[in-house]
């Protein structure tokens, strides 16, 4: 079993930065590929951002991120990142760290096996 703790969201003006962490439980994290997904009122869950478990894969959403973001992860500290630059309004949403035990995860939810419960990121203009 995993448990997946998410930190970092929080109120920020248009063209800030935020920098989301989750910390994972389990001592074989560097075998998991974790994504970031996030969920804005009314609409469906969409993918962010995914990492290899070895960290030397990533994967963005173009359409979402369009170079703004950057996830990394560290092995000794069972942590994955979202660094969110030059955040808009329309990135408002809840961020869900997700955890895959097959090494390098998907852009589909069902990729998943254990999620944490959301960090609530806001964007004011």
């Known amino acids: 079993q995993v448990q997946l703790v998410e930190s970092g969201g929080g109120l920020v003006q248009a063209g800030g930065s935020l920098r989301l962490s989750c910390e994972a439980s389990g001592r074989t994290f560097s075998s998991y590929a974790m994504g970031w997904f996030r969920q804005a009122p009314g609409k469906e869950r969409e993918f962010v951002a995914r990492i290899s478990g070895s960290s030397r894969r990533t994967y963005y959403a173009d359409s979402v991120v369009k170079g703004r973001f950057t996830i990394s992860k560290d092995n000794a500290k069972n942590t994955v990142y979202l660094q969110m630059n030059s955040l808009k309004p329309e990135d408002t949403a809840v961020y869900y760290c997700?955890?895959?035990?097959?090494?390098?995860?998907?852009?589909?939810?069902?990729?998943?096996?254990?999620w944490g419960q959301g960090t609530q990121v806001t964007v004011s203009s």
């Open positions: 997700a955890a895959a035990t097959g090494p390098f995860g998907s852009s589909d939810s069902d990729g998943y096996n254990y």
